[in-house]
C-alpha cells in the first residue's frame, strides 16, 4: 500500500494522559499536514510542514499539541494532558510540491474518557 | 462569516437525478478549490481539483469556478445509491474546508 499510513487507527486513553500519533505519508511527498474532525464538522486545519520545517500552525491549537518531522518523512503529534474535548478523528494528509492536492490517510481515533 | 461555507443538507436525489453541491468562500486571493468526498467513519478522499474559472468534467462529476462571486459547486449526473456521502469543499491557500454536504440517492 502506497497510501498515507497513520498509527494507531484507534486510541482510548484517560483525561491527562499523554498521547501520540504517527503518520507516514506517500513516500516522496513534501508536504504534510494534520487536521482534526469531530462528528458533522469538516477537517480543522491544526500544522503543515514541508519536509521538517513545520511552516504553519493554527492559532487555534493549544500549546498542549505539538508536531514534529524530524526527518522529513513520517510525522508525529503529540497531546499532552488531554481533555474530552481533544476527542476527535486526527487526520493526517500529505501533497507533493507540484500539486496542492492533498491525500488523506485513514485517521486515527481518539477517545478521552 | 465563515471561511468556506456548505449548505449541510441533508440533500436528497432520486438515483439517476442531477446532485447540485454549493460552496461560497470568504477570501478573494484563494486560488486553489478542492472537492472530497468522505463516507461515515472514513477519511476524506479528492474527487476533483479546480483552480481556473468555468467548468472542469472528469466522468460523472464536473466542478465549476466563479472567482468574482466567490463560488465553486459540484455537479453529479447520473446519481447512483454509491454516490451517498458527504462532500467537502476544500480552499488549498487557508486550508480551510466546509462544514460538508450529505447527500442521500435514493435507489
Known amino acids: 500500500d502506497t497510501g498515507v499510513s497513520q498509527d494507531p487507527r484507534h486510541k482510548i486513553t484517560k483525561r491527562g494522559q499523554n498521547v501520540t500519533f504517527r503518520c507516514d505519508p506517500i513516500s516522496e511527498h513534501n508536504r504534510l499536514y494534520w487536521y482534526r474532525q469531530t462528528l458533522g464538522q469538516g477537517p480543522e486545519f491544526l500544522t503543515y510542514?514541508?519536509?521538517?520545517?513545520?511552516?504553519?500552525k493554527s492559532r487555534l491549537l493549544s500549546n498542549r499539541f505539538s508536531a514534529e518531522r524530524p526527518k522529513g518523512s513520517f510525522s508525529t503529534l503529540e497531546i499532552q494532558r488531554t481533555e474530552q474535548g481533544d476527542s476527535a478523528m486526527y487526520l493526517c494528509?500529505?501533497?507533493?510540491?507540484?500539486?496542492?492536492?492533498?491525500?488523506f490517510g485513514p485517521g486515527t481515533r481518539l477517545t478521552v474518557l | 462569516q465563515k471561511e468556506v461555507e456548505q449548505n449541510s443538507g441533508p440533500l436528497s436525489v432520486p438515483e439517476g437525478a442531477i446532485a447540485s453541491l454549493n460552496c461560497t468562500y470568504s477570501d478573494r486571493v484563494s486560488q486553489s478549490f478542492f472537492w472530497y468526498r468522505q463516507y461515515s467513519g472514513k477519511s476524506p478522499e479528492l474527487i476533483m481539483s479546480i483552480y481556473s474559472n468555468g467548468d472542469k468534467e472528469d466522468g460523472r462529476f464536473t466542478a465549476q469556478l466563479n472567482k468574482a462571486s466567490q463560488y465553486v459547486s459540484l455537479l453529479i449526473r447520473d446519481s447512483q445509491p454509491s454516490d451517498s456521502a458527504t462532500y467537502l469543499c476544500?480552499?488549498?491557500?487557508?486550508?480551510?474546508f466546509g462544514t460538508g454536504t450529505s447527500l442521500t440517492v435514493i435507489p
Open positions: 494528509a500529505s501533497s507533493p510540491l507540484r500539486t496542492d492536492t492533498q491525500y
Open positions: 476544500a480552499v488549498y491557500e487557508q486550508f480551510y
Open positions: 510542514f514541508q519536509n521538517e520545517a513545520q511552516l504553519e
